[in-house]
């Protein structure tokens, strides 16, 4: 078993900034890649950005430059430090884990004036 528990979600303006990060404990060990997903209410979960072990990393086309992912193999958490924020960007924000199909709990962002 592996548990992801999501932070640093909030309300922020448009153009602001925050990361949220995904502290992973339990059964880790070496992972296939580790991934953010985010969701509106009624509708699917989206992908946002995923990081392989080998460091790789992939973004939806949306992101456009605006987020970066990133994992602290020392404390055990992946980071998603998201710029440029618009009102479309608010959503549940949550952590992947593969291998096991792990989800964390969300954290939520809105971005608002």
């Known amino acids: 078993q592996v548990q992801l528990v999501e932070s640093g979600g909030g309300l922020v303006e448009p153009g602001g900034s925050l990361r949220l990060s995904c502290a992973a404990s339990g059964n880790i060990g070496r992972f296939n890649y580790m991934a953010w997903y985010r969701q509106v209410p009624g509708k699917q979960r989206d992908f946002v950005a995923r990081l392989a072990n080998d460091g790789t990393t992939t973004y939806a086309n949306w992101v456009k430059g605006r987020f970066t992912i990133s994992r602290d193999n020392v404390k055990k958490t992946l980071y998603l430090q998201m710029n440029s924020l618009k009102p479309e960007d608010t959503a549940a924000y949550y952590c992947?884990?593969?291998?096991?199909?792990?989800w964390g709990q969300g954290t939520q962002v809105i971005v608002s004036s």
């Open positions: 992947f884990h593969m291998p096991g199909s792990f």
